[in-house]
């Protein structure tokens, strides 16, 4: 026992050690979340006993975990989960299900009783956000198919788990002298009551206050978190939780202008927040209990880390997209999320369920967090091993599939149908061109078919895509997908398939076209430079014409 009975000590010792680790994790390219954990465990009552201060830590950590789902409110946007096609909701709720329903065998099986499998199951349904959103960043494939269906996957999942912690915490305190009928009675109505008076406020008192207080962005701010926690204590108030008023208050800012300044500069308070509560749950796991959980865990970690891919592969092949885009994005949900740890320890807390529970949902969070981390780093490597045995996930007639013999002559293919992709194949068509476009937005290719355009859905990432293309009608393959990455994958694969017309790619800056032009790009578009000079020609010209005028005056 280090002996810090001075709490600035205290917090300064624990904040130095988390730096450490989180480095040291960072190397071994794991997710913080693990180290943060580790930490827990090193500065606990088992090794280096600094925490004295557990009231302090636990109000940071219930803080964070607020935030944590004001943000998931603020970013609740039911337009991000319609973009990304049926598939996201589909595949949300049909991984969900399976998961929960397989799992919950899974723990009876290990000698589970029937709440704590009931507990552990959905715990392994919620895949990482944080994690998944900051690994397809970092690859910059966030905007990619697989990358976009991820992510409206997650918000479903966000949805669900939300849901849960609100029928939880609501009939978690229920007293049993009241029946479970009066009891599920006063829950609708408290919650009734409680989202009436947030309507009202959205309707007429949010926007013209969010108004008032954005004249100063640290009020902004302010008011923001101000209102998050106000928001949670009312939910606990009224039997609810801390988390699931906060998710509420979220939800009040969702459709205002702010939103998005709100949780962009939230996100650093909302993630050293969270730091407390990845220490505090590391700190109260008892290592005794841990070690008799690692066989349970072992065999509940491969069941994520396989079965939560297989089923999404499956789900997405039924509904007819290519085995490629279907892996990739199966492994972005083969672990379980923060939000499990979080509905551990409200189980816990409601005594549902005991330590050694808690500290199998922990030790299995922390083997699928740390395997998916590379699963997720080098899934196009594993892909490419993998390849010949995932036909059994691909339709014949998956999407983007090859063309039909009697299709009209192709003289131009476009990948990529935003603003400027558009555009683009507008002009080329209404020029008398044979144009084919290709984009992953279901939205984007119908409003190309509706405009009499030939559009279809496609991936330029897609390695085997191509193979499915009339290359040997193109004359040329034009890509405005304005990602580096995606360009070279383009032109690699268009190659590979024996394509020898014309590519033309679109670039962003003098690298990026170097780069692409020594890969083998004949045509680099620089949208913003080329904007630019058509601009400069305009108002030359119209500097020109009152010249003249002024002149001839």
């Avoid at 910059?140 to 996957?153: K, M, N, P, Q, Y």
């Avoid at 603003?419 to 683009?424: E, L, Q």
């Avoid at 070279?488 to 190659?495: D, E, F, M, Q």
């Avoid at 430079?529 to 500097?543: N, P, R, V």
């Amino acid at each position: 026992m280090l002996g810090l009975d001075n709490i600035f000590y205290e917090f300064a010792a624990l904040l130095l050690v988390a730096a450490v680790f989180g480095a040291i994790g960072t190397l071994l390219r794991q997710p913080l979340i693990v180290a943060f954990i580790a930490v827990g465990i090193a500065v606990g009552p088992t090794w280096l006993r600094i925490i004295e201060s557990e009231e302090a830590l636990e109000l940071l950590a219930e803080m964070g975990v607020a935030l944590l789902l004001f943000v998931v409110g603020l970013k609740l946007d039911l337009h991000l989960i319609r973009g990304a096609g049926p598939v996201a909701l589909v595949t949300g709720l049909g991984q969900v299900a399976f998961t929960s329903i397989i799992g919950f065998g899974l723990c009876l099986l290990l000698g589970l009783s029937l709440v704590h499998s009931i507990y552990v199951a959905v715990a392994l349904t919620f895949s990482s956000t944080i994690i998944i959103v900051k690994l397809l960043s970092d690859k910059r494939e966030i905007d990619s198919l697989h990358g976009r269906v991820a992510v409206g996957l997650l918000i479903v999942q966000d949805i669900v788990v939300v849901l849960v912690m609100i029928t939880l915490s609501a009939f978690g305190t229920g007293s049993e002298d009241v029946s479970i009928a009066t009891e599920a009675a006063l829950v609708l109505a408290k919650g009734a009551a409680l989202l009436a008076a947030i309507g009202v406020l959205m309707r007429f008192v949010i926007p013209a206050t969010l108004s008032f207080l954005s004249r100063s962005r640290e009020l902004l701010i302010l008011s923001a978190i101000a209102w998050a926690l106000a928001l949670a204590a009312v939910g606990d108030a009224l039997g609810f939780s801390k988390e699931v008023g906060a998710f509420l208050a979220g939800v009040s800012l969702a459709s205002t202008a702010f939103r998005e300044p709100i949780s962009t500069r939230l996100v650093t308070l909302r993630d050293f927040l969270l730091l407390f509560f990845f220490l505090t749950l590391g700190a109260s796991l008892d290592l005794g209990e841990l070690g008799g959980q690692i066989a349970p865990a072992l065999v509940l970690s491969i069941f994520v880390l396989a079965g939560n891919p297989l089923v999404v592969m499956g789900i997405m092949a039924v509904m007819g997209y290519r085995r490629r885009t279907s892996f990739l994005t199966g492994l972005t949900v083969a672990q379980i999320s923060e939000f499990s740890l979080i509905l551990g320890a409200l189980g816990l807390s409601l005594g549902h369920i005991d330590a050694g529970t808690m500290s199998l949902i922990t030790l299995v969070g922390l083997i699928t967090i740390g395997t998916s981390t590379y699963l997720i780093l080098y899934s196009h490597q594993i892909y490419d091993r993998l390849a010949p045995w995932l036909r059994v996930f691909e339709r014949r007639d998956a999407r983007a599939g090859k063309s039909d013999a009697g299709d009209q002559q192709v003289e131009i293919l476009v990948f990529g149908l935003g603003r400027y992709g558009s555009a683009v194949t507008r002009h080329l068509h209404d020029g008398g061109w044979t144009v084919r476009a290709f984009d992953f937005d279901p939205q984007a290719v119908a409003a190309m078919q509706e405009a009499g355009i030939d559009a279809r859905f496609g991936d330029a990432e897609d390695p085997e895509f191509p193979e499915t293309l009339p290359l040997d009608q193109a004359r040329l393959v034009v890509s405005t997908v304005p990602l580096l990455d995606s360009n070279l994958a383009l032109i690699h694969s268009l190659r590979h398939w024996d394509y020898d017309g014309q590519i033309a790619v679109t670039a962003h800056s003098d690298l990026e076209t170097e780069i692409l032009q020594r890969d083998g790009a004949h045509i680099v578009l620089r949208p913003y430079l080329d904007a630019a000079a058509e601009a400069k020609d305009i108002l030359e010209a119209t500097l020109r014409q009152e010249s003249e005028r002024v002149a001839s005056a």
